[in-house]
């Protein structure tokens, strides 16, 4: 059995810097915590629970200490309620993040109704939303829900991070006849474009794919959806101790990818479980 494994598998330079900042924060401070889970990875959280990183979900519940803002970013008015408590924070929002927050900004400032390619229901989208101040602002996750967004004079478009480009294009199109005036920044990640495209390749090529990476993680669960629609034996796990050594029947080739939040060391784990299963 031969395994392919994705080039790009695992951390981006967002989640990387975020994990970096929490791991040092966790050693230069005797009380800490982050909002929200760090990243989409349930195992790396655990370890740095471990180290006294606790995770709150409301800014009402952190009264001292450091405040670690999560790599997907918060709202505006979770922001201003640090800085009001008068809480250390410490901002790991991942820098692409960022600029969608502040082209969400930027469109509402100057008129635009804002409309967001994304999940509603992400953290990401949610922190992206709260940007866009004054404006209605329309989430639409795909082509078929942009067709409900009223007509307006002016459309400005922006997209989570982790989004297909075709999707976003799409949405584009539709934005485009329901207004006279259209401003769209592309805010997908490169790394999120790269990690795709990788996929795809992989999955081509392969009898059998496996993606690894948190359940809750918006980009691995889209990963495992492009890579099922080329090769239906697509097979989504968090860990090495999920996998079915009946999945691998008549199988000669493996293609293994992950997602942008999945740490090294489960890779690793994967990998090394996957290359047992060949003796």
Not at 94 to 122: M, N, R, T
Not at 123 to 144: F, K, L, M, T, W
Not at 145 to 154: D, H, L, N, Q, Y
Not at 221 to 228: G, P, V
Request: hydrophobic content about 40%.
């Amino acid at each position: 059995m031969k395994i392919i494994l994705a080039k790009s598998a695992g951390f981006c330079f967002g989640v990387k810097r975020a994990t970096s900042m929490a791991f040092d924060s966790a050693d230069s401070h005797e009380r800490i915590c982050s909002l929200g889970p760090i990243i989409h990875s349930p195992q790396l959280v655990e370890k740095l629970e471990e180290k006294g990183v606790s995770v709150v979900g409301r800014v009402e519940d952190i009264h001292e200490g450091a405040v670690i803002v999560r790599s997907h970013g918060i709202t505006a008015d979770e922001m201003a309620d640090l800085a009001t408590k008068g809480l250390e924070v410490v901002d790991a929002t991942c820098p692409f993040v960022k600029i969608a927050q502040d082209h969400a900004a930027l469109l509402s400032s100057e008129g635009y109704v804002v409309v967001l390619v994304g999940e509603e229901e992400h953290p990401e989208v949610q922190g992206i939303v709260s940007y866009a101040a004054g404006v209605d602002v329309y989430v639409v996750p795909d082509q078929a829900k942009a067709e409900g967004i009223p007509r307006s004079k002016k459309i400005g478009v922006v997209a989570q991070t982790t989004q297909p480009f075709e999707n976003l294009r799409q949405v584009v199109d539709v934005c485009l006849r329901k207004s006279k005036e259209l401003r769209v920044f592309n805010t997908i990640c490169d790394a999120t474009s790269v990690r795709q495209g990788e996929a795809r390749d992989i999955a081509r090529q392969v009898d059998l794919m496996l993606v690894i990476g948190g359940f809750n993680s918006a980009n691995t669960n889209r990963l495992a959806q492009l890579c099922s629609e080329i090769q239906p034996r697509t097979y989504h796990v968090e860990t090495a101790i999920e996998i079915d050594s009946a999945w691998f029947d008549g199988v000669q080739t493996v293609g293994i990818t992950a997602g942008a939040s999945t740490p090294q060391w489960i890779i690793d784990e994967v990998v090394d479980r996957v290359s047992g299963l060949k003796k």
